[in-house]
């Protein structure tokens, strides 16, 4: 069964920068596309990033364009997630996700908060 571990939220002041990383395991990586996810108190989990299985093309919210990046490393099993320019509004727990190809298969890491402060 696929496990995605979150790691690399915490609290930083607006401006600055984190970088999250999301460790895959259980099957082949590469096979997956990746994206995150961010859930703000009070409100509805909504896309932020996401990346196909070869990590060639890559999708991101308008919200966070220009300032986030996503990334994989297929030789480490790992989605990255790095953050620049953070606003109090990218506040919010940052789940993992892995898409497979067979329909409706679907993995979610149990989430990492990122708190921005101003």
């Known amino acids: 069964q696929v496990q995605l571990v979150e790691s690399g939220g915490g609290l930083v002041q607006a401006g600055g920068s984190l970088r999250l990383s999301c460790a895959f395991s259980?099957?082949?990586?590469?096979?997956?596309?990746m994206g995150w996810f961010r859930q703000a108190p009070g409100k509805e989990r909504e896309f932020a990033a996401g990346?196909?299985?070869?990590?060639?093309?890559?999708y991101y919210a308008d919200s966070v364009k220009a300032r986030f990046t996503i990334s994989r490393d297929n030789a480490k099993n790992t989605v990255y997630l790095q953050m620049n320019s953070l606003k109090p509004e990218d506040t919010a727990i940052y789940y993992c996700?892995?898409?497979?190809?067979?329909?409706?298969?679907?993995?979610w890491g149990q989430g990492t908060q990122v708190t921005v402060s101003s």
């Open positions: 259980g099957r082949t990586f590469s096979s997956y596309a």
């Open positions: 990346i196909d299985w070869s990590g060639r093309s890559t």
């Open positions: 996700h892995a898409g497979g190809r067979r329909f409706g298969e679907e993995y």
